[in-house]
């Protein structure tokens, strides 16, 4: 102890100045130790930090995800509309021909929901290929990222989106007229 030396040589030698040489071993071995804990404070540090961004990110993705599924129910409706209007005059033809409401109104449902299950595993495939492009060096694997569950609901829910999207599209196409459209007033 440094004070009580000062303190044992001042009493004996009243005018001496005490100067403490360390061995590079000691500084070193302090230095290392300073440098030891100074890295665990940064990695803890980085740890809290990576917590708190997943857990903003996991917020935003909560609001985000709705919208996103609104969005895209009604982009698939609206291509539905489309695609009905584009094609009238070919369900006039079919209308005319004896094709009856209820087939006709499977046959849009149907493509909505095969271009659902078209969506929804690209989709699927697309997050899987950002996510592993995104994950920390070591954890990148293509399905390692997603919770099986979500996989689960969303791969029947895709084509179910898209089939509820079409809906209104593929009924409005299966109540015309055949007549009227044939004349072109539908």
Known sequence: DLAKVRAEIAGILPDTQVIEFRTQALVRAEARQRAEEEALAAVATAKTQRADLRL??????????PLIVLGAAAWVGLLALANVRERQVEIGVWRALGLGSGKLLGLFLSRALMVGALGGGLGLLAGAGIAALLAE?????LWGHFDPMLILLAVPGAPL???LAAWWPALHAARQDPAAILRGEG
């Open 161 to 163: 989106l898209a089939a």
């Open 137 to 141: 060096p070591g954890t990148r694997s």
């Open 56 to 65: 903003e990110r996991e917020h935003l993705l909560a609001i985000l995800m």
